[in-house]
């Protein structure tokens, strides 16, 4: 069965620090992958995704993810972060017709 | 363009009584997906809907049930409550022009069971 693990459950940091959250996914078949932001009292939304080509996908809000094949990761980056940033980060692989989500990993940006 | 809706925003129940959970997709989406969001246990995949019919469900009890219209819009039963039926349901769409491989969520039904 197809699992998504993040590495960590919650990380703080100060404004204009950088971010990395750490993805690592179980399936070896052909595989869409996504980043998904919860914000304080908002619903779901979409980050980015990849789906093939340029392993390093930019998404909205300054946020990038680069797709490692030989290490099943899927890695999300911010070079650096803002107090509006503090959210919770969702990554999900989906192969066929459902979505497979990580843990989550609640991110505060300290100002 | 308007999002995936959803309502109630919260609901409370008791526990045996039933509930019923209402989704409606994107303009254009003819897929609809179910998530419980438990605490402690994340996002779990419930249920799947295409063009009218269930396609798929997830590791739940049949008492865990829905069905999609002919707008596409969705109903997610829930029967005989039990306390740990308490979550966030969150529902998303695809389909469309935004192609069915990217799913995009509603702000999902609060359910309380008592």
């Known amino acids: 069965a197809q699992s998504v693990s993040q590495h960590n459950h919650h990380v703080i940091l100060s404004e204009a620090a950088s971010l990395e959250l750490g993805c690592n996914y179980s399936?070896?078949?052909?595989?869409?992958l996504f980043w998904y932001v919860q914000y304080p009292g908002q619903h779901l939304q979409l980050l980015l995704k990849?789906?093939?080509?340029?392993?390093l996908v930019k998404g909205i809000k300054g946020f990038e993810a680069e797709f490692i094949k030989s290490k099943f990761s899927f890695n999300l980056r911010k070079p650096s972060v803002q107090w509006s940033d503090t959210a919770e980060y969702f990554c999900?692989?989906?192969?066929?017709?459902?979505?497979?989500f990580g843990a989550g990993t609640t991110v505060t940006v300290r100002a | 363009e308007a999002g995936v809706t959803q309502s109630p925003t919260h609901l409370i129940k008791t526990r045996g009584q039933q509930a019923t959970l209402r989704c409606s997709p994107i303009?254009?989406?003819?897929?609809v997906y179910w998530y419980q969001q438990a605490l402690g246990l994340g996002l779990q995949f419930l249920l799947w809907?295409?063009?009218?019919?269930?396609?798929n469900r997830g590791n739940f009890p049949p008492r865990f049930s829905g069905r999609q219209f002919p707008n596409y819009s969705s109903e997610l039963n829930v029967n005989a409550l039990e306390l740990e039926d308490s979550a966030l349901y969150l529902c998303?769409?695809?389909?469309?022009?935004?192609?069915?491989?990217?799913?995009?969520f509603g702000p999902g039904t609060r359910l309380t069971v008592l």
């Open positions: 999900a692989a989906r192969n066929d017709y459902k979505l497979s």
């Open positions: 990849y789906f093939s080509g340029d392993p």
């Open positions: 303009s254009g989406h003819t897929s």
């Open positions: 998303a769409s695809s389909g469309g022009t935004s192609g069915r491989d990217t799913q995009y």
């Open positions: 399936y070896g078949g052909t595989v869409n």
């Open positions: 809907y295409d063009e009218g019919e269930e396609r």
